[in-house]
């Protein structure tokens, strides 16, 4: 069954869950061949993205290839740093949505 986030649209109802050290674009890739319709990165820190943090932002390296809706997943507990991150990723890589994890989030 499709469904919707905003006007994204997801073909159906696989979903593939944000897992740190499993969910790099390679493996997102693989899953996406065997039907996943959404996949979600692993948690990346907003922190080490405002600081442009090279291994952080090469752990994108190959999202845009997905053609499937993709959600890069962003964690840290300033909202000032998590908003930038979020427009730092989506400047870079247009057509991503953003997962917020913020358990410890002072917002
Ligand atoms: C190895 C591993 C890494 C995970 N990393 C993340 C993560 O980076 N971000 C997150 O929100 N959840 C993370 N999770 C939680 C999963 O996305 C998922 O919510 C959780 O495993 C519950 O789903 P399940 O009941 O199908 O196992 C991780 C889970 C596992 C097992």
């Known amino acids: 069954m499709k469904w919707k986030i905003g006007n ?8 593939l869950a944000p897992m740190a050290g499993i ?3 390679s493996y997102m890739k693989i899953c996406e061949e065997m039907g996943v319709g959404y996949a979600i990165t692993e948690l990346l820190s907003a922190e080490a993205i405002v ?3 090279k291994k952080t932002l ?3 390296n190959g999202i845009d290839k997905l053609n499937i809706p993709v ?4 964690f840290g507990s300033d909202a000032a740093t998590m908003a930038k ?3 730092i990723i989506t400047n870079l890589h247009q057509k ?7 358990i410890w989030c002072k917002c």
Do not use: F, G, Y
């Not at 959600?71 to 962003?74: C, E, P, T």
């Not at 991503?96 to 913020?102: E, F, G, K, Q």
């Open 96 to 102: 991503v949505l953003i997962d917020i994890n913020t």
């Open 8 to 15: 994204i649209e997801i073909k159906n109802q696989i979903v």
């Open 51 to 53: 600081r442009e943090n």
């Open 71 to 74: 959600a890069i997943q962003i």
């Open 85 to 87: 991150a979020a427009q």
């Open 23 to 25: 969910s790099n674009p």
């Open 58 to 60: 090469e752990m994108l």
